[in-house]
């Protein structure tokens, strides 16, 4: 039997508990100082706010990564750098295709590997000719990452782009520069380079060695002459070391930071990995987070494999407590690069909803990867697939059941959003609607953007057959909090 899937869509905005709440300002970062009580330090927590770009980030929910590449011509996981430019063997490319399907599927950003371990680029970059330069598509003049800026831009959809840290053929090449124990001198970014001059004029002054330099130079190109990016994902994958290469990831971030303002950085200060590859979400995912690092180089969490990041003993023992939203990624493949379509196993519609649902209903955004095949596509199987989730997105959430119920007097409306105010001496709220609705998910939300994440535990009880029953408890909420339950109706 199919069954009827509806939701309604609760806001709820939190209020202090404690009476110095007055005294704290809502910040992206507090310190925690040596002297603070438990207390003050749960207070001062719970004034932990998301940066604008990290909120709008939240805000794209369902968004795209894709993987492509020599490894998809070679049908492996890694290149090692050494692979012949040519090898990518491309005819065609239809990124409308990717991006259309991409909408469908209700996503709001596609983030494009740029640039994967092995080190062939996707652009037509200045500093390098292991890239698309040196295949036969489109003659050598072709450029994935223009077409797919275009694309984006056709649908609607936001740009990302994955530039590797780490680079195969800068370590295994005779006259690559990761690694080649070069000084850290002073360097203008970006490099000059004959007949090919920049629109965009800004300069910077970075002291870095050869390999942060050319790293440098090629964000400036990407970050100046694709349109708008919205994230810069930088992942701690090393295959391969050599010469004690470090990242000036100081640098990075300023350029970044200059020249992309609307974007955020995966892997560094706004979002961090989930900890697997498996789209698995914890029950529990805080995004106020305690740190003990330098201030000024926050990145991954050090123990991202534990349950929960953000529980009262871990704020106890932190030096500063941040904001880092987490990422779950997974792909709709078996692995992240296109290999056939016989041997290589797609995700179900079921599977993939299913993320969706644990994922952004688990106060965290989905990013699933679809790789595209060797014709510059993607595959029947993934279109079928993403077409299916979108559907069945807008089915189960296009309409809230409670837009007119009657509740708690203290409503508030604030840009198109009503916002409840749940109070210490009396935290619940009780919502009751004209007519019996039957539904069986319930979407919680709290105003993280003014007063974080307050929720530790809640519960939701239905009014049937004239008694108060229980049908949904989870511990935190957050930025989205998806409840699913048996199917349930009730007034109240």
């Known amino acids: 039997m199919k069954l009827k899937i509806s939701t309604g869509i609760l806001f709820l905005q939190g209020i202090s508990m404690y009476t110095n709440a007055q005294q704290i300002q809502p910040a992206n970062t507090i310190a925690i100082a040596p002297t603070d009580s438990k207390e003050l330090i749960i207070e001062k927590a719970a004034h932990v706010v998301p940066t604008k770009n990290q909120l709008e980030a939240l805000r794209n929910e369902f968004i795209a990564f894709i993987h492509f590449g020599p490894n998809t011509f070679t049908r492996m996981e890694w290149g090692n750098g050494m692979e012949d430019p040519k090898i990518f063997d491309l005819k065609e490319l239809d990124t409308d295709q990717w991006c259309r399907s991409l909408k469908e ?22 500093y390098t000719d292991h890239g698309i330069m040196s295949t036969n598509f489109r003659d050598g003049k072709g450029d994935i990452l223009r077409d797919l800026s275009k694309s984006c831009q056709k649908y609607g959809l936001k740009l990302g782009v994955y530039l590797s840290p780490a680079d195969l053929y800068q370590i295994e090449n005779p006259k690559g520069l990761y690694g080649n124990l070069s000084k850290y001198t002073k360097r203008t970014i970006p490099r000059e380079v004959p007949g090919r001059s920049f629109t965009n004029k800004t300069k910077f002054e970075f002291e870095v060695d050869d390999y942060n330099e050319y790293f440098l130079n090629q964000l400036f190109e990407i970050l100046t002459e694709y349109g708008p990016v919205h994230e810069v994902w930088f992942d701690g994958a090393h295959p391969k070391r050599k010469g004690g290469q470090s990242y000036n990831y100081d640098a990075w971030k300023k350029l970044i930071h200059t020249l992309a303002p609307k974007a955020v950085i995966f892997g560094q200060e706004d979002i961090r990995w989930c900890g697997n590859e498996s789209g698995v979400t914890r029950n529990t995912e805080w995004n106020v987070l305690p740190f003990n690092d330098n201030l000024n180089n926050i990145a991954q969490m050090k123990d991202e494999m534990e349950d929960n990041l953000g529980r009262r003993d871990r704020l106890y023992n932190a030096k ?59 595959s029947a199987k993934d279109v079928e697939v993403l077409k299916e989730t979108g559907n069945r997105i807008r089915e189960t959430y296009g309409k809230n059941l409670l837009q007119n119920a009657r509740g708690n007097k203290q409503v508030l409306d604030h840009n198109d959003t009503t916002y409840t105010l749940l109070k210490k001496d009396n935290p619940q709220l009780i919502l009751e609607t004209a007519a019996p609705v039957t539904f069986n998910r319930l979407v919680l939300q709290e105003a993280v953007s003014t007063h974080s994440e307050r929720v530790e535990s809640h519960a939701v009880d ?21 409840l699913r339950f048996p199917e349930v109706t009730t007034k109240k």
């Open 105 to 126: 599927a209700g996503m709001k950003m596609v983030i494009l590997t740029v640039k994967h371990h092995d080190g062939f680029v996707l652009w037509q970059s200045r």
């Open 462 to 482: 239905a009014w049937i057959n004239g008694n108060w029953k229980e049908i949904a408890r989870a511990t935190n909420i957050g930025y989205k909090r998806i």
């Open 320 to 378: 500063f407590l941040h904001y880092q939203q987490a990422e779950t990624n997974t792909s709709i493949r078996e692995g992240w690069f296109y290999r056939d379509d016989v041997y290589q196993k797609v995700r179900s519609t079921d599977d993939v909803f299913d993320i969706y649902e644990r994922s952004v209903g688990g106060n965290s955004t989905f990013l699933l990867n679809i790789p595209p095949n060797r014709e510059g596509k993607f």
